[in-house]
């Protein structure tokens, strides 16, 4: 049932950032939702499903934008893992680990993408993330991250399996 609700958000946020490139007047970069919720599964406790999920929301997206296929679902499977290994050193629920992880694996995936787009010339060069849009897109992904990292942590508390909070230290101590 949790995996119903978490992939029924990652298509609620794969809309929503559609729509807001789509029904915006003026030229803003969207936050990319669906990238800022693959990360925040990074966090959780399900390394199997959160991959899936990384590379099933990259291929949607891929088909959206109408980029090379497959390149986001390698660049937001690769952030994925990369997110998933760094938050078991750092401290997971602290806001500002989750605004400096998004912004560091914003850049990285946009050197991802562009590494990507280098080896294969044969598509156009200007799909997708730009460097010129940059700073822009890894400000609004860290706003976004500032709403939907709290709300998976909730959604997942409500959601999964009653366990104690491994991130907390246990009632008794």
């Known amino acids: 049932m949790q995996a119903v609700i978490f992939a029924a958000v990652g298509v609620l946020l794969i809309v929503a950032e559609n729509a807001w490139n789509t029904f915006l007047p003026f030229d803003l970069t969207a936050a990319q939702f669906g990238f800022v919720w693959i990360l925040s599964l990074g966090l959780l406790d399900y390394p199997i499903r959160g991959a899936v999920f990384a590379f099933a929301v990259g291929f949607i997206h891929d088909s959206l934008v109408g980029s090379l296929p497959g390149l986001d679902a390698a660049v937001y499977t690769t952030a994925y893992f990369f997110m998933m290994f760094s938050g078991k050193a750092f401290f997971p629920r602290s806001v500002i680990f989750h605004v400096i992880a998004v912004a560091g694996l914003t850049v ?55 366990r104690e909070n491994i991130y907390y230290l246990p009632s008794s101590w």
């Open 108 to 162: 990285i995936a946009v050197m991802l993408r562009s590494f990507f787009l280098f080896i294969f010339p044969s598509c156009d060069p200007m799909i997708g993330f730009s460097m010129a849009d940059l700073p822009m897109q890894t400000l609004m992904n860290c706003a976004a991250a500032i709403a939907v990292f709290p709300f998976m942590f909730r959604l997942d508390d409500l959601t999964g399996p009653k």
